[in-house]
């Protein structure tokens, strides 16, 4: 049921193999503005999806596999 409320670039992030990503990298891998890749990675975040982390100053989305 949690897909369901998904769009379909976090369909398509989480079908990647890609294990973790940054707010910057998620907008250029999706082209998206700042705002919508806050708010794809918050929602996959409340869904459980991803797991937030801290690189330096940066905070990295890791899967919750």
């Known amino acids: 049921k949690k897909e369901n409320s998904l769009n379909e670039r976090q369909k398509r992030f989480l079908a990647s193999s890609l294990e973790s990503i940054s707010l910057s990298d998620y ?3 999706y082209e998206v503005s700042m705002p919508t890749a806050r708010r794809d990675i918050a929602g996959l975040e409340i869904l459980g999806f991803l797991k937030k982390s801290r690189q330096g100053k940066t ?7």
């Open 27 to 29: 907008r250029t891998r």
């Open 59 to 65: 905070f990295i989305y890791k899967a919750n596999r």
